[in-house]
């Protein structure tokens, strides 16, 4: 008699296929039974903590739910993390040498933008409603340390900061990545790269029909700092000085460790 051996992680991609397929089966039963004057849309992630460790290379979730719609409709993801403080600079070449000449310092940046969509926003909903539901990076409400008064010098400074953001991975826009089944379930991967930051991160998921927002459902994602990089963290955040000085005390001592070495060879 033969015997079959699954290894750990093929048993494990099938409890959460399985796991998903059940999650949606309720999300679908429950669904169908609520009362017409509930939320038309209801979704689930196939995880709500994500553990940043040693050797953490990036993640990926999987988005799914259920819509009280038509095949026609459209679902739009809004993933975005924790708001940070991020610095924008300009340099110009001044005697031969490239320089930051201006620096504007972003108050309130979010340090992960992910927007998914069944189509393209434009095709989906007017600017009027993308801005009041802020749909898209070109509609975050930022703030800068110094108020930049010029709109042509705003949008110069935002598409420089978009840019930097889209280069490492953190503000992306990706169409055609939610698939909605018959106007009834659907399902999004949600990519986390590595260089993400530990804290809240928000899920919002809007049901939109020929040109209107019908609902919106929203969900959180925690993110969090394990092992001895957690410990590190901690600690060169809140003892920042003493951190400071033991991180240059240990360099001295490392460089006069290797020097001693080479000479003693």
């Known amino acids: 008699?033969?015997?079959?051996?699954?290894?750990?992680?093929?048993?494990?991609?099938?409890?959460?296929?399985i796991g998903v397929r059940l999650c949606l089966a309720v999300i679908l039963l429950g669904?169908?039974?609520?009362?017409?004057?509930?939320?038309?849309i209801i979704a689930d992630l196939s995880r709500k903590d994500v553990a940043i460790t040693t050797d953490f290379h990036g993640t990926e979730l999987l988005l799914f739910g259920a819509v009280?719609?038509?095949?026609?409709?459209?679902?739009?993801?809004?993933f975005s993390g924790p708001q940070t403080k991020i610095a924008?600079?300009?340099?110009?070449?001044?005697?031969?040498?490239?320089?930051?000449?201006?620096?504007?310092?972003?108050?309130n940046a979010p340090s992960f933008y992910q927007l998914l969509s069944t189509r393209p926003k434009d095709d989906i909903l007017s600017p009027a409603l993308q801005a009041e539901y802020r749909i898209?990076?070109?509609?975050?409400?930022?703030?800068?340390?110094?108020?930049?008064?010029?709109?042509?010098?705003?949008?110069?400074?935002?598409?420089?900061?978009?840019?930097?953001?889209?280069e490492l991975g953190l503000w992306k826009t990706r169409v055609g990545d939610v698939?909605?089944?018959?106007?009834?379930?659907?399902?999004?991967?949600?990519?986390?790269?590595a260089n993400i930051i530990p804290g809240r991160y928000e899920v919002r998921v809007l049901h939109i029909s020929k040109g209107t927002v019908r609902s919106e459902y929203s969900t959180t994602v925690r993110v969090t700092k394990q092992g001895i990089g957690a410990l590190i963290f901690d600690i060169a955040h809140r003892y920042s000085v003493f951190y400071g000085l033991f991180a240059v005390a240990f360099a001295v001592f490392a460089g006069w460790l290797a020097a001693m070495a080479f000479r003693r060879s």
């Open 1 to 17: 008699m033969s015997t079959l051996t699954l290894s750990s992680q093929t048993v494990a991609l099938f409890k959460l296929k």
């Open 31 to 40: 669904f169908v039974s609520a009362p017409l004057s509930a939320s038309t």
């Open 68 to 78: 009280k719609g038509e095949e026609e409709d459209d679902i739009v993801v809004v």
């Open 88 to 107: 924008s600079r300009k340099k110009e070449k001044v005697n031969g040498i490239w320089v930051n000449t201006e620096t504007v310092l972003w108050q």
């Open 136 to 166: 898209g990076q070109d509609y975050i409400p930022l703030q800068t340390e110094v108020p930049i008064i010029s709109q042509s010098d705003y949008a110069e400074w935002f598409e420089s900061l978009n840019r930097n953001m889209s």
């Open 179 to 193: 698939e909605l089944i018959r106007g009834a379930l659907f399902r999004a991967p949600v990519l986390m790269p």
